[in-house]
Structures are given as C-alpha cells and as structure tokens.
C-alpha cells in the first residue's frame, strides 16, 4: 500500500511558514558523497559528448574539400559510426538521468529529514494524529528516497558501460575507415 502525502491544510500545518533547523550533521556528509557521485555522472557526461564531437573531427578530417570520401560511404563504417553515437548519446543521457535521481533523492532526504525534526517538537508530541501523519511522511519520503537512489545507481552504472561500448565503437569506425 503507497502512503500519499497529504496535501492541503494538513500539509501547511507542518512545514509551510516555519523554520526548521536541522543539525548539519544530519545531512553534511550525504551532501558530500551525493556531490561525488555527480561529479563522476559529470565526468562522464563530459567524455560522452567529448566522444560525440571526436566523431565529427574524424568525419571533418576525412572529407575532401567539403565531399565525403570513399571509405565513409561505406556500409560498415556508417553502421558502427550509428552505433557509436547511439551509446554516446545513450551514456550523456544516462548521466543526466543519474543527476536528476540523484537529486531528487537528497531532496526526499532532506525533507524527511525536517519532518523528524518536527516529529520531536512539543506541539506535535501532544497531537497524536498529527504525530502519525508525520511518521507516515517520514516512511513515504524515505521509500521515495531509496528508490531514487537504487535507480540512480544503475543508471550510473549503464551510463558508464554505454560509454565504453561508444569509445570501442568509435575506435572500430576508424579502423574500418583506415583500412578501406
């Protein structure tokens, strides 16, 4: 059974118009593992389309006055050349993907992390039904979290392998070129 997040006047009684302090400890060391990961997403983000743009230098350094040669008409070459830039342009995507999960776990991350803070506060100890929302809150936002971060791995992961399988593809398309 997914719990929803409760909306309207039940929603602002929380959170809406209320500072809520939460200790730094609770979140500075996932801020810095999270900038990790999308530093290495970016990095790959950056030799996907670093991969992409090597592909239209060898296809600028191989033409002839503005006309393509030979071997690039050949079928080999612009089916591994296809190939090449569909894992590129598949691994960039990925790594976006990455970034967007990313985030968006911190965000449920830190949000649950603000309704726990408010879990402790005096008021809502008193207001049962108000404490059983927030724990409701907290299980949704810290499920939501774990999905997104379980996804946002593999998706790392894919964008990394599309990679190599772009660089490898690439290679070959120069071969076949060079040896027509």
């Not at 191989?62 to 296809?82: D, K, S, W, Y």
Request: include cysteine; hydrophobic fraction near 50%; aromatic fraction near 8%.
């Amino acid at each position: 059974m997914a719990i929803e997040p409760a909306t309207g006047e039940a929603r602002r009684s929380f959170l809406s118009g209320r500072a809520v302090d939460v200790p730094e400890t609770r979140y500075k060391a996932d801020f810095e593992l999270l900038d990790r990961y999308l530093g290495f997403s970016s990095e790959l983000l950056r030799m996907a389309l670093a991969g992409m743009a090597a592909f239209g230098a060898i296809v600028g350094l191989l033409t002839n006055n503005g006309e393509f040669g030979r071997p690039l008409h050949g079928r080999a070459f612009v089916v591994i050349a296809a190939l090449a830039l569909s894992m590129l342009a598949m691994s960039a995507g990925c790594a976006l993907l990455h970034r967007y999960l990313a985030s968006d776990g911190m965000f449920h991350h830190l949000r649950s992390a603000k309704y726990l803070v408010v879990q402790g506060d005096e008021d809502v100890q008193h207001d049962k039904s108000a404490l059983a929302g927030l724990s409701a809150r907290v299980e949704a936002d810290e499920a939501m979290r774990n999905a997104r971060y379980n996804w946002a791995g593999g998706i790392l992961f894919a964008s990394g392998g599309f990679l190599m399988a772009g660089v490898v593809l690439l290679g070959a398309s120069v071969v076949v070129v060079l040896t027509l």
